[in-house]
C-alpha cells in the first residue's frame, strides 16, 4: 500500500479522458462516479488513488494534479487525504484531511 487520497473532479469524464488519466498519473488509480460538494445534482468523476510509485505524498498529489491539468475544462473539486502512515508499517495514522478548490 502507498499514498492513499482522493480526487473528485468537476464532471464526469469520458472513456477517453479515463484513458489518459491511467496513462499520466503514477500511482494506481479507480474511477468511480459521486457527486460535486458543493451541487448534489451534478455527477462527476472521483478518483481514488493509491501510490506506491511516488516518494512521497507531495508527489503522488502534485502528479495525480498534473495529469487532470492536461485534459481541457476539467477542474479538481476536491482533494481528500485520509491519515496515512508514519514511519513504520504499525505506526498510527493521522486525521483526515479534506480541501476543497472551486471549479472555475
Known amino acids: 500500500m502507498g ?13 477517453d479522458e479515463m484513458t489518459t488519466l491511467k496513462a499520466s498519473c503514477t500511482g494506481a488509480a479507480e474511477f468511480g462516479t459521486d457527486v460535486l460538494p458543493t451541487d448534489t ?22 502528479s495525480a494534479l498534473a495529469a487532470v491539468t492536461e485534459l481541457p475544462e476539467i477542474r479538481v473539486s476536491e482533494l481528500t487525504v485520509p491519515g496515512q502512515p508514519v514511519g513504520d508499517e504499525g505506526a498510527e495514522a493521522k486525521e483526515p484531511v479534506a480541501a476543497a478548490a472551486g471549479t472555475d
Open 41 to 62: 445534482e451534478v455527477t462527476v468523476t472521483r478518483m481514488d488513488f493509491d501510490d506506491a510509485v511516488s516518494p512521497t505524498l507531495a508527489d503522488a498529489i502534485e
Open 3 to 15: 499514498y492513499v487520497f482522493s480526487l473528485v473532479l468537476s464532471r464526469e469524464i469520458t472513456e
